[in-house]
């Protein structure tokens, strides 16, 4: 199985990736069938040099059946080569569970509880003429 992901190049503290094509079950720097692009995230995210793609052989990688990894899956959706990954805000693991929803469904109904019942501001009382 063909993927399509970044392989770790430059010096340390100092990461530059190239999006290469490669057996899965080769390691991350290791030996690849072809080099397809390059993504340094050193510069800003507006700078056109901060991703290179050759979107020839990428449409004919992905057209064999290579499969891009998540990261590099953002970079071709972005590019407009394959339809963007969505993802999920959170987690539903993450949600409170049922006791601490119903606290929290209590501590709301009784903060805006006293909001309702609370009267009215007396309207100014007319003033008094100057003697």
């Not at 040099?49 to 449409?59: A, E, G, S, V, Y």
């Not at 899956?73 to 969505?86: M, P, S, T, V």
Request: glycine share 4%; aromatic share 6%.
């Amino acid at each position: 199985m063909l993927k399509i992901r970044l392989s770790r190049h430059g010096a340390k503290k100092r990461p530059f990736f190239h999006i290469v094509v490669a057996e899965h079950t080769r390691c991350r720097d290791g030996q690849f069938v072809e080099k397809v692009g390059t993504y340094n995230p050193m510069l800003q995210k507006t700078d056109a040099q901060r991703i290179n793609l050759n979107t020839d052989r990428i449409k004919y990688w992905l057209g064999v059946g290579a499969q891009p990894t998540d990261r590099v899956a953002k970079f071709l959706g972005d590019a407009n080569l394959i339809a963007k990954r969505q993802y999920r805000a959170t987690p539903i693991k993450s949600l409170p569970k049922a006791k601490a929803q119903e606290r929290l469904k209590a501590a709301a109904e009784a903060a805006a509880a006293p909001a309702e019942s609370a009267p009215a501001p007396a309207a100014p009382a007319a003033e008094a003429p100057a003697a």
